[in-house]
C-alpha cells in the first residue's frame, strides 16, 4: 500500500507578532504544520508496522520559498520520498487551486492508496482541502480520525465526534483527514535529519502537472466592527450617582433608550 | 559510528562564518544550532564594523540585511540629573562605505544561514549539541540527543557560556568578573520619527552610549543604536559588579529608571516595545582566550573569548566573523594536508596573531582592568556634567567670569592625586 500525506508549511505561529492587527510573517521561518505531522506519524506508523510500503509527503508550497528545504523534516520524520510543487502562480492559492493542484500530483504519482490530510492546517484551518481534494479524485473520505488502521483493501478509523465516536470503513483508495487525538509525532534525531538528505526529493511546477494557474484570489471585504477609540470618561461621586451618570452617556451615545 | 567532514557547534556568525567557507571549498558541513533558527537565540546591541571584514567573502556584505549605516555617533555622560552629550557626525564615518552599520541579529543571522545553505552546507535548527566526544585527547565528534555523529574537526562556535567546551576541557569556565551582563529592549518606532529625533538623513543611523549614574557606579553603561524601524535600547553591567552590590537591585530595574528619565523618555516616547532580551558579553579580554585549536577541534567568536568592551567601541561580531573566516581558512588546510591535529590547524591561532584580531586584542589588554576602576563610572561623568552645567548656568547672583567657573570646576574635580593616578593607569589603553 502506498501512502501521499499532504502537507502544508505555514509561518511559525509562535514567531508571528501582531502590529497594527496585522500578523507580521517578514522574515519568520516556516514549518510544517501541527496536523501534518500527525498525518505523517500516522503514516510512517502503517509503513512500518508493514501495513504500507511507501510514504510520500506532499507539499505545495504556497509561496514558501524555502519549501523544498522544510519538507526534509518530513523525510526526516520517515517518510521515503518528498514532492514538493512550487510555481510562482501558486503565491497565494485559496483551497478549491491548493485541492486542484494536489489531485493532479496525485494523478502524476504512479501510486496512491491512502491520502492523508491534517484536519485542517495550523493557520487558517479551513479543514476544505481534504475533503476537496477527496471529491475531485472521486474518493471516500473520513474525516476528524483519531485512529487509522489499514488491513487488505480497507481503512478504518475512529472519528472524533462532539459526544460520540463513530467507527468508520471506507474501501481503498480513501482520503482520510486526521485529528490531533491520533498519535504524538516524533521528533526527528540529527541521524534521521542527515539520511533524510539522501531521499528522494522532487520539486514540480505548474507545467509538470499539466493544468492551468488557478485564478487569483479575491478580495473579502472585511465584516469585523470598525475600530474605535476609548472615551476615556471617568465617573466621579457615589456608586448611585456613577451609575445614573453612565446611564445618560449610554442614552446619549445611543447604546441604549432607542 | 556516522560521520562528515565538518561539524559546526553553533549557527551564530562565528560558526556560520566558519562554515561558509568550508562549504564553498566543497567540504562536507554540518552546522547544528539549538535555537528555532539561526538568530532566534543571539543578542546583540549592536552594531558591526563591517571594515575589518569587508575582505572576508566580499561578494556577501554589499547584499547583507544591515538596518542603518551609522552616521552619527553619540556619547552622553550623566550623573546627578545632568547629562552631556558629545555628538559626533564626521563625513568619514560612511566615506569609501559606512565603518558601522546597526544590524538585527534575527534578521543576518537567519539571512547567512540561507547563504551557508545555499553553498551546500547542512544547518539543522532544533538541535542541542550535548557533548563534545573526545578520545586519547581528541575531539572526534559531538552526542546530540541520542545520536553521536564523528567529524574530523569540530568548529565549537557555542557562544559565550562555554558549556561545552569547559566540559569538554578545551577552555576555563568562564568567571563572573570576566563578564557583563547586557539585556535590551527593542522599541518599535516608525523611520521618519528615528531620523527626526536623531537628526538622520533618511536611511542613516545613530549610535549613542551613556555612562555614569544609569549603571549606579557599576562598570558598564547603556547604548541605544537605530534600527530600520526600531531601536535597540540596553545596558551592560559588570556581572561581579552587579553580584557584589547585593542591595537588591535587579538589572532590569537599571533599564526601567533609565527609561524614565526625563532626557530618555521623549526619546522612546510613543515606541511599542517588541522584544525584550538578555546574554552574556565576554569582557576579560586577551587574557581569557584559551588555546584556539587543538586536535580535532577549533574554537572561535565568543567561545574564544573574543570580544571587548573599550567604552565607546563595542566589538565582537566583526571577531567572530573574522575568527569563523579564519578557522575555516585553516581547516581547509589541514584537510588537504590530510593532518588535523593540533599541528594541522596551527595555521589558525597564527592567522588571528597576525590580523586584527588578536592584535586589537593586544592592543586592549588593559582595558579590563582599567575599567575595574568604579571612578570612571561616578566621578569622572559628574565632574563633566558638574563644570559644563556651571559654565552654562545663568543665575540670581552675579556670574563668576567663564574661565573663573571652568577653572574652578577643573581645579575640584580633575587636579587631585586620584585623577593623576587614573591617568597613568589609562596610558597604555
Ligand atoms: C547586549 C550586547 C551588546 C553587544 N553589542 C555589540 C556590538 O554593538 N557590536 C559587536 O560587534 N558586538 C557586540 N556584542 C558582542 C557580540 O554580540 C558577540 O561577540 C557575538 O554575538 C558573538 O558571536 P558568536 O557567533 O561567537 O556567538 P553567538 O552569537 O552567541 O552564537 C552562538 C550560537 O551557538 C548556539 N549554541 C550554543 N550552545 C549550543 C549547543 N549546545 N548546541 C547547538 N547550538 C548551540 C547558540 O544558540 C547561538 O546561536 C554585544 C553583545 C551583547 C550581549
Not at chain 2, 546574554?279 to 585549536?293: F, K, N, S, Y
Request: some cysteine.
Amino acid at each position: 500500500m502506498d501512502i501521499v500525506v499532504c502537507v502544508k508549511t505555514n509561518p511559525d505561529l509562535e514567531l508571528v507578532r501582531v502590529k497594527d492587527r496585522v500578523a507580521q510573517t517578514e522574515g519568520v521561518p516556516y514549518k510544517i504544520g501541527d496536523l501534518e505531522k500527525n498525518a505523517l506519524e500516522a503514516a510512517v506508523t502503517l509503513r512500518e508496522s508493514g501495513a504500507a510500503s511507501n510514504v510520500t509527503a506532499l507539499c505545495v508550497a504556497e509561496g514558501n520559498r524555502k519549501a523544498a528545504e522544510d519538507i526534509k523534516v518530513a523525510l526526516a520524520m520517515g517518510a521515503d520520498e518528498a514532492v514538493v510543487i512550487d510555481d510562482p502562480a501558486l503565491a497565494e492559492p485559496d483551497q478549491a487551486a491548493v485541492a486542484a493542484v494536489i489531485a493532479a500530483a496525485v494523478r502524476k504519482l504512479s501510486a496512491c492508496d491512502l491520502l492523508l490530510f491534517g484536519e485542517g492546517s495550523s493557520d487558517n484551518y479551513t479543514g476544505q482541502v481534504g475533503a476537496r481534494v477527496a471529491e475531485l479524485l472521486d474518493l471516500p473520505q473520513i474525516g476528524y480520525a483519531r485512529t487509522v488502521e489499514a488491513e487488505g483493501d480497507v481503512v478504518r478509523c475512529e472519528r472524533s465526534m462532539d459526544d460520540v465516536i463513530e467507527t468508520v470503513q471506507a474501501p481503498l483508495p480513501a482520503a482520510v483527514t486526521v485529528v490531533s487525538e491520533v498519535n504524538e509525532p516524533r521528533i526527528p534525531g540529527l541521524m534521521q535529519i542527515m539520511k533524510a538528505k539522501s531521499k528522494p526529493l522532487q520539486v514540480w511546477s505548474l507545467a509538470d502537472l499539466d493544468i492551468e494557474a488557478p485564478v487569483p484570489v479575491r478580495e473579502i471585504e472585511s465584516n469585523l466592527a470598525e475600530e474605535q477609540d476609548r472615551k476615556h470618561i471617568v465617573f466621579e461621586g457615589t456608586a448611585a450617582e456613577q451609575a445614573e451618570a453612565f446611564v445618560d452617556a449610554l442614552i446619549r451615545e445611543g447604546v441604549l433608550g432607542r | 559510528m556516522e560521520s562528515v567532514e565538518c561539524i559546526v557547534v553553533g549557527g551564530g556568525l562565528a560558526g556560520l562564518s566558519a562554515a561558509y567557507g568550508l562549504a564553498e571549498a566543497g567540504l562536507e558541513v554540518m552546522v547544528l544550532e539549538r535555537g528555532d533558527y539561526s538568530g532566534a537565540k543571539n543578542v546583540t546591541g549592536g552594531r558591526l564594523y563591517v571594515k575589518p571584514i569587508r575582505g572576508f567573502y566580499p561578494e556577501l556584505w554589499d547584499e547583507a540585511p544591515f538596518e542603518r549605516p551609522v552616521a552619527r555617533e553619540l556619547v552622553t555622560m550623566m550623573a546627578d540629573g545632568a547629562h552631556t552629550t558629545v555628538e559626533i557626525a564626521s563625513d568619514r564615518f560612511l566615506e569609501g562605505g559606512p565603518q558601522s552599520y546597526t544590524v538585527v541579529r534575527a534578521k543576518l543571522d537567519q539571512w547567512l544561514a540561507d547563504k551557508v545553505m545555499e553553498k551546500g552546507a547542512m544547518v539543522v535548527p532544533n538541535m542541542k549539541v550535548d557533548e563534545l566526544l573526545r578520545k586519547d585527547g581528541r575531539v572526534i565528534g559531538i552526542r546530540a540527543g541520542g545520536d553521536e555523529i564523528g567529524a574530523d574537526v569540530v568548529v565549537v562556535a557555542e557562544g559565550v557560556l562555554r558549556l561545552l567546551s569547559s566540559a569538554a576541557g578545551l577552555a576555563a569556565q568562564p568567571q563572573p568578573r570576566h563578564h557583563a551582563l547586557g539585556y535590551k529592549e527593542v522599541i518599535e518606532l516608525p523611520a521618519g520619527v528615528i531620523e527626526d529625533r536623531w537628526h538622520l538623513n533618511p536611511g542613516e543611523g545613530a549610535a549613542q552610549l551613556f555612562m555614569g549614574d544609569c549603571t549606579r557606579g557599576m562598570m558598564g553603561g547603556a547604548f541605544l543604536y537605530t534600527n530600520k524601524e526600531s531601536i535597540a535600547l540596553g545596558m551592560v553591567v559588570g556581572m561581579e559588579d552587579m553580584r557584589r552590590r547585593r542591595d537588591g537591585t535587579e538589572s532590569w530595574q537599571l533599564l526601567d529608571a533609565f527609561k524614565e528619565l526625563p532626557q530618555i523618555r521623549p526619546l522612546i516616547a510613543g515606541g511599542t516595545a517588541a522584544e525584550y532580551s538578555a546574554h552574556a558579553v565576554p569582557e576579560g579580554g586577551i587574557t581569557q582566550v584559551p588555546r584556539l585549536a587543538g586536535d580535532g577541534y577549533v574554537v572561535a567568536g565568543d567561545t574564544a573569548g573574543l570580544s571587548f568592551n573599550a567604552l565607546v567601541t563595542v566589538r565582537g561580531m566583526d571577531f567572530a566573523v573574522a575568527s569563523g573566516y579564519y578557522a575555516a581558512e585553516a581547516i581547509k588546510k589541514a584537510k588537504a594536508a590530510g593532518d588535523c591535529s593540533a599541528a594541522g590547524l596551527a595555521s589558525y591561532e597564527q592567522s588571528l596573531r597576525s590580523s586584527f584580531v588578536l592584535r586589537d586584542l593586544e592592543t586592549a589588554r588593559n582595558i579590563p582592568g582599567v575599567m575595574e576602576n568604579p571612578r570612571l563610572f561616578t566621578h569622572y561623568p559628574a565632574a563633566v556634567g558638574r563644570l559644563l552645567e556651571s559654565v552654562y548656568t545663568v543665575g540670581e547672583q552675579p556670574q563668576a567670569g567663564l574661565v573663573k567657573k571652568a577653572w574652578n570646576g577643573v581645579r575640584r574635580d580633575f587636579l587631585s592625586l586620584a585623577t593623576l593616578r587614573d591617568a597613568w593607569s589609562m596610558r597604555k589603553i
